[in-house]
């Protein structure tokens, strides 16, 4: 079974996803402050996005739908084939390792 989130019909809808990259970091949650709540009047009615910069930082940063860029998609494409080569890198020397423990024998 799907997870499902239900965003009532009065609420515009999300511009970003869960997970999604941006300019300013991978999106980690989304929250709304309704119209006619003291936290929208106080911060403006909208979407809010808890973003990450940086995967090996605990840095949280909490910005307005308008504060977000996404990245164009020759920037997404240059950023995952990074991450793809880096993962495969840690394969790599990951298997490397398993020769040497076992003398050669990859079989156990």
Same mark, same amino acid.
């Given at each position: 079974? =799907?997870?499902?989130?239900?965003?009532?019909?009065?609420?515009?809808?999300?511009?970003?996803?869960?997970?999604?990259?941006?300019?300013?970091?991978?999106?980690?949650?989304?929250?709304?402050?309704?119209?006619?709540?003291?936290?929208?009047?106080?911060?403006?009615?909208?979407?809010?996005?808890?973003?990450?910069?940086?995967?090996?930082?605990?840095?949280?940063?909490?910005?307005?739908?308008?504060?977000?860029?996404?990245?164009?998609?020759?920037?997404?494409?240059?950023?995952?084939?990074?991450?793809?080569?880096?993962? =495969?890198? =840690?394969?790599?020397?990951?298997?490397? =390792?398993?020769?040497?423990?076992?003398?050669?024998?990859?079989?156990?």
């Amino acid at each position: 079974m =799907q997870p499902t989130i239900s965003i009532p019909q009065h609420w515009g809808y999300p511009r970003f996803t869960l997970e999604q990259r941006t300019e300013q970091g991978t999106i980690l949650g989304v929250y709304y402050y309704p119209n006619g709540t003291e936290l929208a009047e106080q911060f403006d009615e909208g979407w809010r996005y808890v973003l990450m910069p940086n995967k090996n930082s605990d840095e949280i940063s909490y910005l307005k739908e308008d504060q977000i860029q996404p990245l164009t998609p020759e920037e997404l494409f240059s950023e995952i084939t990074a991450e793809i080569e880096f993962y =495969q890198q =840690q394969i790599s020397i990951l298997q490397q =390792q398993l020769v040497a423990i076992t003398g050669g024998s990859t079989n156990g």
